[in-house]
Nanobody
């Protein structure tokens, strides 16, 4: 049974940092394309960053230079380091795993609130 469990969200002031984690079980993160998405109230879910099986990374324009996606194969965990946070980064952040055959798995999400 595949499980993706996000953690690390919280309330932070503008300019602050958070590191999100997505602990995987039932799959191996290095064998999947792994992504972070976010969904703000009243808005559609958007891709924030992804990391390919080969380790290549891609970022949504608004987070480039501020966010870093990475994975720890030994811990089977995906991360999102978020620096210089802005109020517009407020959202539920979700982890996604996509297999080569197109199977998709989602975590339950973790809330990030950036507010003074």
């Amino acid at each position: 049974q595949v499980q993706l469990v996000e953690s690390g969200g919280g309330v932070v002031q503008p300019g602050g940092s958070l590191r999100l984690s997505c602990a995987a079980s039932g799959l191996t993160v290095s064998s999947y394309a792994m992504s972070w998405y976010r969904q703000a109230p009243g808005k559609e879910r958007e891709l924030v960053a992804n990391i390919t099986r080969a380790g290549g990374t891609n970022y949504e324009d608004s987070v480039k230079g501020r966010f870093t996606i990475s994975r720890d194969n030994a811990k089977n965990t995906l991360y999102l380091q978020m620096n210089s946070l802005k109020p517009e980064d407020t959202a539920v952040y979700l982890c996604q795993a996509r297999s080569l055959l197109g199977y998709i798995f989602w975590g339950q999400g973790t809330q990030v609130t950036v507010s003074s």
